[in-house]
């Protein structure tokens, strides 16, 4: 008895690494262009094409290719982000990924992009409560975090 074969991942249903870098290409001209988020990245992404193969290798960890990123989260930590940074990121990544690939793919995306900032809220939330990577640029503006201990 012959079992069905295993469906396509993510990743190669939007055509493995040359697709990956297609769509995470059109987002970040996308992302620079935006008045929220460009100047963010103008100031902290200096070799696009070593940030592009990066992030690349991000997703493909994230949709079922290849492991190939290996490093952390923790440099976002020092951006001052900012819950409206999240929003647009997420909500410009939605759109992104509806412009470019179909709708059920473009769904996998954002469900996995919400999770990964989710995340990375929260560990910035911990980051910032321990005062790693030094102060905040507003104390206790990230992420709604009083700088005061609660009673």
Known sequence: MQSDP?????????????GLERLLSRFYDRAREDDLLGPIFGAHVHDWDSHLQT????????????VLYRGGM?????????????ERWLSLWRSN??????????EELHAIASRVAANLKAM????????????SPRP????????????
């Open 55 to 66: 992030v690349v290798h991000f997703w493909s960890n994230h949709t079922g290719g290849p």
């Open 97 to 106: 990924a509806e412009l470019e690939v179909g709708p059920e793919c473009a």
């Open 74 to 86: 923790g440099r976002h930590f020092r951006l001052g982000l900012e819950p409206q940074h999240f």
């Open 124 to 135: 910035a939330a911990q980051a910032s409560a321990l005062n790693v990577g030094g102060p």
């Open 140 to 151: 206790g503006s990230r992420f709604g975090l009083s700088s005061r201990p609660s009673a």
């Open 6 to 18: 295993p469906s396509p991942s993510l990743y190669e249903r939007l055509g493995g690494h040359a």
